[in-house]
C-alpha cells in the first residue's frame, strides 16, 4: 500500500511538473492479477485498483491501517470498469458487469474478487473511507440508472451524469461516488469549476482511447496547474484544489467523494474570471 501526505496550497506553487504528478496523480491502478492500492492522508481515503485474472484477489488487512481486516473501520465504493466478473462479500456473490457499482460497509470480513474470462478480465476501481456505522451492502447496475443530462454540446459539455452513493441512493457514512459520461464531441468536465473544503475528491478518467489525452486542472483557483493524463488512470484532489479538466475526446470519469458530510451540491463555485 502506497501512502500519500497532504499537501498545503502553498506547496503547489513551487512543485515541478513531476512533483504534481508525484503527489497527485496515480499512474498506474489496473495490473493483470494484482492489486494496487494508495493510502493518501486526504480525508484517509484509500484508492484502489484490483485486477483479477485466474484466480480471485482477497483484500485484507493492512499494517498501513493496523485492521485485521480491511473494512474493520472502514466502507468502500467498487465499480468494475473491465469485463465481467464477481465480487463475493461474506459468502455473498455480486456480480458485476462494466460500469456496475457495490457498496460494501462497515465489518464486512471476506471481500474476493474474481473474473469472468482471463482474457477480458474485471478491473475493480475501490475507493474506501473511515466508516461509523455499518450500512447494508448494496449493488446498482449501470444499466438500470437512466442518469440525469446537462450541459450541451455547443459548450463542448453535453454529459449524462449517474450519482449511485449519494444521499437519495445507496446509503453510506461519508463515501459519495458517481460517474459522468461525456457524449460525442464533448470534452470539458465541471466548468466552470468548484472546490468544496468540506471533501476530497478523486477522478478515475476512463474510456479514453491509447493514443488520447486528459488534461486534468488542479491547484488555487487565482492560480492553477495541469496534470497530462492519460486511460485509467487516477487524480487525488485536495479540498482547497479545484477539479476539472479537457480531454483531446470524450470520456467517462468515476467521481468519489469522502468527508465532512454527503451534500452532492456542498460546493464553492469558481466563476469564470477568477480562474488564472
Same mark, same amino acid.
Given at each position: 500500500?502506497?501512502?500519500?501526505?497532504? =499537501? %498545503?496550497?502553498?506547496?503547489?506553487? *513551487?512543485?515541478? =511538473?513531476?512533483?504534481?504528478?508525484?503527489?497527485?496523480?496515480?499512474?498506474? @491502478?489496473?495490473?493483470?492479477?494484482? /492489486?494496487? #492500492?494508495?493510502?493518501?492522508?486526504?480525508?484517509?481515503?484509500?484508492?484502489?485498483?484490483?485486477?483479477? =485474472?485466474?484466480?480471485?484477489?482477497?483484500?485484507?488487512?493492512?499494517?498501513?491501517?493496523?485492521?485485521?481486516?480491511? #473494512?474493520?473501520?472502514?466502507?468502500? $465504493?467498487?465499480?468494475?470498469?473491465?469485463?465481467? $466478473?464477481?465480487?463475493?462479500?461474506?459468502?455473498?456473490?455480486?456480480?458485476?458487469?462494466?460500469?456496475?457499482?457495490?457498496?460494501?460497509? @462497515? $465489518?464486512?470480513?471476506?471481500? @474476493?474478487? *474474481?473474473?469472468?474470462?482471463?482474457?477480458?478480465?474485471?478491473?475493480?476501481?475501490?475507493?474506501?473511507?473511515?466508516?461509523?456505522?455499518?450500512?447494508? *451492502?448494496? %449493488?446498482?447496475?449501470?444499466?438500470?440508472?437512466?442518469?440525469?443530462?446537462?450541459?450541451?454540446?455547443?459548450?463542448?459539455?453535453?454529459?449524462?451524469?449517474?450519482?449511485?452513493?449519494?444521499?437519495?441512493?445507496?446509503?453510506?457514512?461519508?463515501?459519495?461516488?458517481?460517474?459522468?459520461? #461525456?457524449?460525442?464531441?464533448?470534452?470539458?468536465?465541471? +466548468?466552470?469549476? %468548484?472546490?468544496?473544503?468540506?471533501?476530497?475528491?478523486?477522478? #478515475?478518467?476512463?474510456?479514453?482511447?491509447?493514443?488520447?489525452? /486528459?488534461? !486534468? +486542472?488542479?491547484?488555487?483557483?487565482?492560480?492553477?496547474? %495541469?496534470?497530462?493524463?492519460?486511460?485509467?488512470?487516477?487524480?487525488?484532489?485536495?479540498?482547497?484544489?479545484? !477539479?476539472?479538466?479537457?480531454? =483531446?475526446?470524450?470520456?467517462?470519469?468515476?467521481?468519489?467523494?469522502?468527508?465532512?458530510?454527503?451534500?452532492?451540491?456542498?460546493?464553492?463555485?469558481?466563476?469564470?474570471?477568477?480562474?488564472?
Amino acid at each position: 500500500m502506497e501512502i500519500r501526505y497532504s =499537501t %498545503h496550497p502553498e506547496q503547489i506553487k *513551487t512543485f515541478t =511538473t513531476e512533483d504534481i504528478r508525484k503527489h497527485y496523480l496515480i499512474e498506474e @491502478l489496473f495490473v493483470p492479477g494484482e /492489486m494496487k #492500492l494508495v493510502y493518501t492522508m486526504e480525508d484517509r481515503a484509500i484508492v484502489g485498483g484490483i485486477t483479477p =485474472t485466474s484466480e480471485a484477489i482477497s483484500l485484507k488487512g493492512y499494517d498501513e491501517i493496523k485492521a485485521d481486516y480491511f #473494512l474493520e473501520r472502514r466502507e468502500a $465504493g467498487i465499480f468494475n470498469v473491465g469485463g465481467s $466478473g464477481t465480487i463475493i462479500v461474506d459468502g455473498e456473490p455480486f456480480a458485476m458487469e462494466n460500469k456496475d457499482c457495490l457498496y460494501v460497509g @462497515l $465489518g464486512k470480513k471476506e471481500l @474476493l474478487f *474474481t473474473s469472468e474470462s482471463s482474457e477480458s478480465p474485471a478491473k475493480y476501481y475501490l475507493f474506501s473511507a473511515p466508516a461509523h456505522k455499518e450500512y447494508p *451492502t448494496q %449493488h446498482v447496475a449501470f444499466k438500470d440508472i437512466e442518469g440525469e443530462r446537462l450541459g450541451s454540446l455547443e459548450s463542448a459539455n453535453d454529459r449524462v451524469i449517474r450519482r449511485m452513493i449519494h444521499n437519495e441512493g445507496i446509503q453510506s457514512c461519508q463515501v459519495v461516488m458517481g460517474m459522468t459520461q #461525456l457524449n460525442t464531441g464533448s470534452v470539458w468536465n465541471s +466548468m466552470p469549476t %468548484h472546490t468544496h473544503s468540506r471533501r476530497m475528491e478523486v477522478y #478515475l478518467y476512463i474510456d479514453l482511447e491509447e493514443k488520447a489525452r /486528459m488534461f !486534468h +486542472m488542479m491547484g488555487d483557483p487565482s492560480e492553477t496547474r %495541469h496534470i497530462v493524463m492519460k486511460n485509467e488512470q487516477a487524480v487525488i484532489s485536495p479540498p482547497w484544489s479545484i !477539479h476539472c479538466g479537457s480531454a =483531446t475526446s470524450n470520456y467517462t470519469f468515476i467521481w468519489a467523494m469522502a468527508g465532512e458530510n454527503k451534500t452532492y451540491n456542498d460546493m464553492d463555485a469558481v466563476s469564470m474570471d477568477q480562474i488564472r
